[in-house]
């Protein structure tokens, strides 16, 4: 059983940057997919960023502002945000599965990102 626990959530004024961690225990995250997800009060849970072993993918709004990332070594996937909006806030959460991109098998608990404007 594979746990995901996020941090480095928090208040950041628009057009500032954060970087969020997934630490992972009880599995390798080399053999995983991770990705990374969000989801807004009233929203439905939208797909943020994944990376594969044949490379990364992100939703259409990221626009080149976020970075998604892993060190095997600390088994933690990162996810680094830039040029933050206020549409940004919401509950960031991590992911690790066996499949592709957008089919997930392990979920973190979540981190809030709010964005002031």
């Known amino acids: 059983q594979v746990r995901l626990v996020e941090s480095g959530g928090g208040l950041v004024q628009a057009g500032g940057p954060l970087r969020l961690s997934c630490a992972a225990s009880g599995g390798t995250l080399s053999t995983y997919t991770m990705g990374w997800f969000r989801q807004a009060p009233g929203k439905e849970r939208e797909f943020v960023a994944a990376s594969t072993r044949s490379g990364t993918y992100y939703g259409d709004f990221v626009k080149g502002r976020f970075a998604i990332s892993r060190d095997n070594a600390k088994n933690t996937a990162y996810l680094q945000m830039n040029s933050l909006k206020a549409e940004d806030t919401a509950v960031y959460y991590c992911?690790?599965?066996?499949?592709?991109?957008?089919?997930?098998?392990?979920w973190g608990q979540g981190t809030q990102v709010t964005v002031s404007s």
């Open positions: 992911a690790a599965g066996l499949g592709g991109p957008f089919k997930y098998d392990y």
